[in-house]
């Protein structure tokens, strides 16, 4: 198992920033990738960010791209998602996840709430 712990977000007006952090803990070996989703109310959770645990090649969604920025600490096991110029519509709970090589699914964390206020 991997578990996964979040920290950040909160209240922030719009054009404002926020940082969020997962750090991993447990079976940490054999991480193939961390990012993260979001859901908002009403919404399907939907891929934001994510990084390769190796090689550090980043993806974003095109909703979030020139915005975002996820970054590694790989002696930490910490992914990290720094958001800035942010919108209304980034309001959302986040939830930190983990792909794991000989893992079907994925790990996920508790999920943290960003509010953008417009």
Request: aromatic content about 12%; hydrophobic content about 35%; glycine content about 12%.
């Amino acid at each position: 198992q991997v578990h996964l712990v979040e920290s950040g977000g909160g209240l922030v007006q719009a054009g404002g920033s926020l940082r969020l952090s997962c750090a991993a803990s447990g079976r940490t070996d054999r991480i193939l990738a961390m990012g993260w989703f979001r859901q908002a109310p009403g919404k399907e959770r939907e891929l934001v960010a994510r990084m390769g645990w190796s090689n550090g090649e980043p993806y974003y969604a095109d909703s979030v791209k020139g915005r975002f920025s996820i970054s590694r600490e790989m002696a930490r096991y910490t992914v990290n998602l720094q958001m800035n110029s942010l919108e209304f519509e980034d309001t959302a709970v986040y939830y930190c996840y983990a792909d794991r090589l000989g893992s079907d699914n994925k790990f996920w964390g508790q999920g943290t709430q960003v509010t953008v206020s417009s």
